[in-house]
C-alpha cells in the first residue's frame, strides 16, 4: 500500500498592486472621516492653556469635567428634549407628506406630474436664506413664533421636497401586481396606498426618516432665527453659552459638540443596514 500524502495547504492569495491601492484610499477616506472626530475628543479634555499649547496632540491630563460643565452650562438636558421633540415630529410629518405625494407622482395620473418633479428639484436647491425675512413677518402675524411646532412646520417645507423624491424613486421600482389584486378585490385608493403600497415601501421612508430627523437635529439657522426662549432652544443653539463677550472656551464648546453627536452615533449605529439597504435601492445613489 502506498503511503497516504496529506493534502498540501493553499496557497496564499496574494493581493495584487491594485488592490493595495484601493485598501490605501479607503484607508485614507477612513482617516479623514475619523480623525475630525477624534482630534474633537481630545480637545473636549483639555484645559484650554492646553489646547493652545497643542491643539493636535494628545490632552496631558485629561479633563473629565468638561463634559460636566458643558452639561449644566448650556442646559444640554433642555436641548436635548427640545431636539428630540423637533426631530420627531419634523420625521412624522415629513414622512406623511412625502409618502402621500410620492404615491400621487408614481402610481396616480396627475396632470403636470413631471413639472411637479423639476419643481421639487429646483426648490431643494434654493437657499432657505431667501425666505427668512416674508417668513419671519408671516410667523409672528400668525403666532408661530418662538414655538417648536413652527419650527416644525418649517422643517417639513424644507425637507419634504427630497424626501418625496427619495420615496419616489423607491415607489417606481415596486411591483405593480400587489395592488392590481387589491383594486381587483374592491380595495380603494386610500387602501391600496395604506395597506399595500407603505408596507413594500417601508425601507424609503425609514430613509427619508433619518435624513430628515439627522437634518432637523443639525439644522442651525432656522432654529436660531425662529426660536428666542432658552428654555424651547434645540441642542444646536447650546454653543451660544459657551461663549463669554469676544472669547469662547473652545474645550467646552468640544465638550458640548461630543454630547450633541452622541445620540446621532447611536441612532446610526442601530439602524444602519436600514439605512443603507433603503437608500442604496431607492435608487438616488446614481
Not at 465638550?255 to 447611536?266: E, K, Q
Amino acid at each position: 500500500m502506498s503511503a497516504l500524502t496529506t493534502p498540501r495547504p493553499a496557497p496564499a492569495r496574494r493581493l495584487s498592486p491594485g488592490r493595495y491601492a484601493v485598501y490605501g484610499i479607503l484607508l485614507l477616506l477612513a482617516l479623514f472621516a475619523v480623525g475630525p472626530m477624534v482630534l474633537f475628543a481630545f480637545n473636549a479634555l483639555k484645559t484650554p492653556a492646553g489646547l493652545a499649547e497643542s491643539p493636535l496632540g494628545l490632552p496631558a491630563h485629561p479633563q473629565w469635567h468638561n463634559f460636566v460643565d458643558a452639561w449644566q452650562q448650556a442646559n444640554m438636558g433642555v436641548g436635548l428634549r427640545n431636539s428630540a421633540i423637533v426631530v420627531t415630529g419634523t420625521a412624522l410629518g415629513v414622512c406623511a407628506i412625502s409618502s402621500c405625494a410620492a404615491y400621487a407622482l408614481s402610481r396616480l395620473r396627475v396632470p403636470g406630474s413631471n413639472v411637479f418633479i423639476y419643481y421639487l428639484l429646483v426648490t431643494t436647491a434654493l437657499p432657505i436664506q431667501l425666505f427668512l425675512v416674508p417668513l419671519f413677518y408671516l410667523w409672528t402675524n400668525l403666532g408661530l413664533y418662538d414655538s417648536l411646532f413652527g419650527l416644525i412646520i418649517i422643517y417639513w417645507a424644507v425637507f419634504s421636497p427630497f424626501a418625496t423624491l427619495l420615496i419616489r424613486s423607491f415607489m417606481v421600482g415596486l411591483p405593480k401586481e400587489y395592488e392590481e389584486a387589491a383594486r381587483l378585490d374592491g380595495a380603494g385608493e386610500w387602501r391600496v396606498f395604506a395597506r399595500v403600497v407603505l408596507p413594500m415601501a417601508w425601507p424609503g421612508l425609514l430613509t427619508a426618516a433619518l435624513v430628515a430627523g439627522l437634518q432637523a437635529y443639525n439644522e442651525f439657522l432656522l432654529a436660531v432665527t425662529f426660536i428666542q426662549s432658552s428654555d424651547k432652544m434645540p441642542v444646536s443653539t447650546a454653543f451660544f453659552a459657551f461663549k463669554s463677550g469676544y472669547t469662547q472656551n473652545y474645550t467646552l464648546v468640544s465638550a458640548g459638540g461630543m454630547i450633541m453627536v452622541i445620540p446621532v452615533l447611536i441612532a446610526f449605529l442601530l439602524l444602519q443596514r436600514r439605512f443603507i439597504e433603503g437608500y442604496t435601492s431607492s435608487g438616488m445613489t446614481g
